[in-house]
T-cell receptor
Framework: DAGVTQSPTHLIKTRGQQVTLRCSPK?????VSWYQQALGQGPQFIFQ???????QRGNFPDRFSGHQFPNYSSELNVNALLLGDSALYLC???FGQGPDQPQHFGDGTRLSIL | GESVGLHLPTLSVQEGDNSIINCAYS??????FIWYKQESGKGPQFIID?????DKRQGQRVTVLLNKTVKHLSLQIAATQPGDSAVYFC????????????FGAGTTVTVRA
């Protein structure tokens, strides 16, 4: 049973570019959440997708957008990259949105902005 | 001993001893809490969760205690092993926010042989 898988594992971009990160949820999960983790800090919630719609959003600018596909996989897009966007981007999946359904994380995409 | 509301960013533990990791949460509306373990180069790994209608929950070698009065929870690891060395995060879920998770700052646990 595959867990949450993310691609690519590492990525290097320059300021102003755009990036797309991908996530496949754990088998049986239908909800995908994205988090940004800066070095030495806890993950910060970006947004959550359920039934192909953005259901919740954290304190991130509109440069951050996403999509969920009918097979529950998801993409995170970031436009006009800034140096401060350098971080580990984590995808987490769960079944539904309520409690008692813990979110399971992938190993993330390490994004470096030059 | 354990200090309510005190979060230590690092914890050094002798192998075989018990570990206690503390976490203070901020949102009194949160009613779901999770502990994650994150090893270097990996994503957070689920350890144990607890609902606010419980004070204590036990798993394999781990126990989570929840004190809603002072908004504090702790993770106890019995007989700490070298493989327990990692960063530990507590996270809270807000029912008013579809249970999106808010993470604490993390505690780095180092197990001494």
């Amino acid at each position: 049973d595959a867990g949450v898988t993310q691609s690519p594992t590492h990525l290097i971009k320059t300021r102003g570019q755009q990036v797309t990160l991908r996530c496949s949820p754990k088998s049986g999960h239908d909800t995908v959440s994205w988090y940004q983790q800066a070095l030495g800090q806890g993950p910060q919630f970006i947004f959550q997708y359920y039934e192909e719609e953005e259901r919740q959003r954290g304190n991130f600018p509109d440069r951050f957008s996403g999509h969920q596909f009918p097979n529950y996989s998801s993409e995170l897009n970031v436009n006009a990259l800034l140096l401060g966007d350098s971080a580990l981007y984590l995808c987490a999946s769960s079944f539904g949105q309520g409690p008692d359904q813990p979110q399971h994380f992938g190993d993330g995409t390490r994004l470096s902005i030059l | 001993g354990e200090s309510v509301g005190l979060h230590l960013p690092t914890l050094s533990v002798q192998e075989g001893d018990n570990s206690i990791i503390n976490c203070a949460y901020s949102n009194s509306a949160s009613d779901y809490f999770i502990w994650y373990k994150q090893e270097s180069g990996k994503g957070p790994q689920f350890i144990i969760d607890i609902r606010s209608n419980m004070d204590k929950r036990q798993g394999q070698r781990v126990t989570v205690l929840l004190n809603k009065t002072v908004k504090h929870l702790s993770l106890q690891i019995a007989a700490t092993q070298p493989g327990d060395s990692a960063v530990y995060f507590c996270a809270e879920g807000d029912p008013n926010g579809d249970y999106k998770l808010s993470f604490g700052a993390g505690t780095t646990v180092t197990v001494r042989a």
